[in-house]
């Protein structure tokens, strides 16, 4: 008879098992035995950007691309890529953003996601620009969390590497004007 | 809505898989009423948030199967952080359009299958993953980005608008938002030590509140709900059913579901749809919703409020338990449902609107009981099982409106007492779909 796995009566520890070995008991307070198993997953998806391809391939050429409203009466601009108008429904046209913008808003990431957690801390700020109708979430650096503040300018800063997503654009403080 | 029934929510549930998690929450539902029995259900409405934390997809027809439904009618129901609103909702609506004459209303989440931060990144799969996740994804982040915003709009540009040093200005404001946000933690965390179904009752001060990690300025660990394994389920009749199963019915006399733009970046910045009480000249100056207000949320409430012919929400509402993902977002959604109006979401903790009367918080709350807000504890305090948590706000709500907390808490402290009418509010994405649910004593008591 193969041993069973070890036994448990705290969760946290049939978690150190399962990186351990794989397999592990955990008895509850009522003595209730459940088997627990370490079961990994992951995978690579084939994920085109379709419509918002231009977008993403124009942050390559150091340029922020948003969308406009090809409706006459209605025109509304997006920081924010969309192919069609939320608000009239019309179909949009590509236009160059600004490069430089003021914060939205804005927070310092403590703790993330797994995959990002490495990262921490770090800054995420919502950007509007002049003359745009909606902002553009990106992250924040060169900068701590007590020089932030609503209104700050700040301006556009472009991999040199680009990895064709939308870490391949960030902000930092805006060099005062000449 | 004739019986509810709830698992205890907690970090994790070992020894129990989703399906006997739900049957355990069914069973008790079925406890107090002898005249339903499986047989009498006509079909069924069942959600959960996440395939990925159960790592199986059709888990809802596996719940099906294990409660013997087959081969009963069943959908399941998914809306993000909504899902257990929508679900309630699903319920009473296949009653309600006359397709069934009982429903069962089930939802869990088994969240305990992956590691916290590993749970955070499935959570943020649920924000736009070509411009928002790769960011960072995290919604503590999006939360906190959302009340930047708001203390800024509501406590900078008005208590602090002499200073003019804007830095400084900010600062101030937003410590004072941590403060009176922390209060909210406090109300939602000592309320759940009087409810045994809870994941994290305690007793705090604001100091701990405000001394507890920082996850992402200026939302700290003890403003944040966590993750949970828990089910939950309701069931639903019509009137003349309701009768025979129940002499302590409880009526849904109005239900509203409102949304918004998936990406936090895409809210317009237009103009306030307003609640009965409110003037156009109330938000002359105010950009609506932007990234401070939750667009959906106003919009639910009046669907609901004008279904249910409440004018008045804080005079005609006994309680509430809304979505308190994060304390931040418990003080939006005051406003947003018209328990005041935009900008007054401090003042009104600060005046102790939504506190209960009977419980000491450690600090003055001079209007408590005025309209008690997450009596139960709320996510907070409660956890938050993503397809179950609606449901649980229904559970509850539906407890309190039959005067039976005693019953089911072995404790009254929780009681409001003689309460009429309440209202369950349950909230999905950054504010990306929000419904909003009215119940009514459908008994004299």
Request: hydrophobic share 35%; with cysteine; aromatic share 10%.
């Given at each position: ?65 948003g969308s406009k409203c090809t409706a006459k009466r209605c025109g509304y601009v997006y920081a924010?890529?969309r192919?069609h108008c939320m608000e009239c429904g019309a179909p949009t046209q590509w236009v ?35 003359g745009v109708g909606s ?44 | ?267 317009p ?177």
């Open positions: 008879m193969t041993a069973r796995p070890p036994v448990y009566e705290k969760f946290r520890e049939v978690q150190e098992e399962l990186e351990r070995s794989g397999a592990a008991i955990f008895r509850d307070h009522d003595g209730v035995e459940s088997l627990v198993i370490r079961s990994p997953y992951s995978i690579n998806y084939i994920h085109s950007y379709a419509e918002d391809s231009e977008f993403f391939l124009a942050l390559a050429d150091g340029k922020l691309r924010t890529p192919g160059d953003l600004p490069l430089k913008g003021r914060l939205h808003s804005w927070t310092t990431c403590h703790f993330g996601s797994e995959a990002f957690l490495k990262e921490t801390p770090y800054n995420l700020a919502l950007v509007e620009f002049d902002v553009l979430l990106a992250r924040l650096k060169d900068c701590t969390e007590s020089e932030l503040y609503v209104g700050m300018p700040v301006e556009a800063r472009f991999s040199p590497t680009p990895k064709y997503s939308i870490t391949d654009v960030w902000f930092v403080p805006a060099s005062p004007e000449a | 809505m004739v019986t509810g029934g709830l698992t205890k929510f907690a970090k994790a549930h070992p020894a129990m898989d989703f399906r006997l998690m739900v049957r355990r929450a069914y069973d008790y539902a079925l406890k107090g009423i002898p005249n339903l029995t499986k047989d009498r259900i006509d079909g069924t409405r069942i959600s959960y948030f996440s395939d990925h934390f159960t790592r199986q997809l059709k888990a809802a027809s596996m719940v099906q199967d294990y409660l013997g439904m087959n081969p009963k009618g069943s959908v399941r129901i998914e809306w993000g952080g909504a899902t257990g609103g929508e679900c309630f909702q699903a319920g009473y609506e296949a009653v309600a359009s006359g397709r069934m004459d009982v429903c069962l209303a089930a939802g869990f989440e088994t969240m305990s299958r992956v590691a916290t931060w590993k749970g955070n990144e499935f959570i943020a799969l649920a924000s736009d993953t070509n411009y928002d996740f790769p960011l960072g994804g995290f919604y503590t982040g999006y939360y906190a980005l959302m009340v930047i915003r708001h203390i800024y709009e509501y406590i900078r540009r008005t208590k602090f608008a002499g200073i003019t040093d804007e830095r400084e200005a900010q600062r101030r404001a937003i410590a004072e938002g941590q403060r009176i946000m922390s209060k909210v933690s406090v109300k939602n965390h000592l309320n759940a030590l009087h409810n045994p179904y809870a994941q994290y009752p305690k007793r705090l001060t604001v100091e701990d509140v405000l001394r507890s990690e920082m996850i992402s300025y200026p939302l700290t660990r003890e403003q944040i709900c966590t993750m949970s394994d828990g089910a939950a389920v309701a069931i639903f009749c019509d009137e003349t059913r309701a009768r025979e199963f129940t002499d302590k019915p409880i009526r849904i006399i109005g239900v509203g579901t409102g949304t918004d733009t998936m990406r936090l970046a895409d809210r910045f237009g103009k306030v749809p307003l609640m009965p009480r409110e003037k156009p000249s109330d938000y002359a100056d105010l950009k609506y919703p932007g990234v401070h207000s939750f667009r959906a949320g106003r919009a639910a409430g009046i669907e609901a409020y004008r279904m249910a012919g409440i004018t008045n929400p804080n005079r005609e509402l006994d309680f509430i338990e809304l979505h308190d993902a994060y304390a931040s977002s418990e003080i939006q959604t005051y406003e947003d449902l018209g328990l005041c109006k935009y900008g007054e979401g401090y003042d009104f903790v600060e005046r102790g609107d939504p506190f209960l009367k009977k419980v000491d918080y450690g600090f003055p709350v001079p209007n408590a009981g005025a309209i008690p807000v997450n009596p139960s504890g709320g996510l907070i305090a409660c956890g938050h099982p993503v397809g179950a948590t609606g449901l649980m706000q229904g559970v509850f709500a539906f407890w309190q409106l039959q005067g039976t907390i005693r019953k089911h808490f072995g404790d009254r402290a929780l009681q409001i007492p003689n309460a009429r009418r309440g209202a369950i509010h349950s909230h999905a994405g950054t504010g990306s779909a929000v419904t909003v649910s009215i119940l009514e004593r459908g008994f004299r008591p």
